[in-house]
């Protein structure tokens, strides 16, 4: 049986869409179109604290005014707790996670009072505090303190062995899930983190090529991981350059001046848009004015 060739595009609804999401999206729709493909969207929406309901429809407008069509319905991942919790009680199971009870201000301590705190591609690693906590106190403290969920990162790598993936760029990369430390992979305040949630959310929609940005990179080790750990298929990968200004800084949502609604709202036409971002390398500073 032929394999389906599925791309997909996947936005925070915490703001405005700027030209580097512009850029991911097209690069992922036309992959998928090339392909013969499906392109899905869906919206990673469980940093409740940020989303703005406008934001959903802010999204869809600004990439159909792109010409960018997704297949289905788009999925939310704040309609998926249970699926995330289902996860996690897998490798509660086999002892792969422990519970969290520090807070960052804990955290921070530890790791300023430590001569050679390990860091990796976000910073600090987390200095394992809660790992060494004895059984009887952590199922003590389980019923009445807020907790997180970290993977024991040791513990999970050495089960798992030597794992590989492949990058459209990068070629065969073997995974080192253990420059993270123990990632968080369920919040305090809900039911699980970026790391779970987009490596359940990829199998679940049969993704089989993943377009992000080069900054997401490192974390590609550990969602290698998560997948052989909870059995789930393996994509390739595509990451892809970051967009940024004229200065080199990265583009972020604070920079109104290039969404693409204060662009669309300045006359810019979204084929040239489209063009612009086409083109190798991408022509950024064709954007600045209007039509």
Known sequence: MTETFVTRFAPSPTGLLHLGHAYSALRAFDLAREAGGRFLLRFEDIDTGRVRAEYYAAIERDLAWLGIAWDGEPLRQSDRFSAYRGALGALMARDLVYPCFCTRKEISAEIAASASAPHGPDGPLYPGICRLIDPAERERRLGTEPHAWRIDMARASALAGPLFWEDAEAGRIEAAPGIHGDVVLARKDVPTSY??????????????????????????????????????????????????????????????????????????????????????????GSLRGAD
């Open 195 to 284: 790391h779970l949630a987009v490596t359940v959310d990829d199998a679940a929609q049969g993704v089989t090529d993943i377009v992000r940005g080069a900054d997401l990179f490192p974390a590609t080790h550990v969602h290698r991981l998560l997948q052989h750990l909870l059995g789930l298929p393996v994509p390739r990968y595509h990451h892809h350059r970051l967009i940024a200004d004229e200065a080199g800084r990265r583009l972020a949502k604070r920079d109104d001046a290039l969404s693409l609604a204060a662009l669309r709202e300045a006359g810019m036409s979204a084929d040239r848009i489209a063009a612009a971002l086409r083109a190798d390398p991408p022509d950024i």
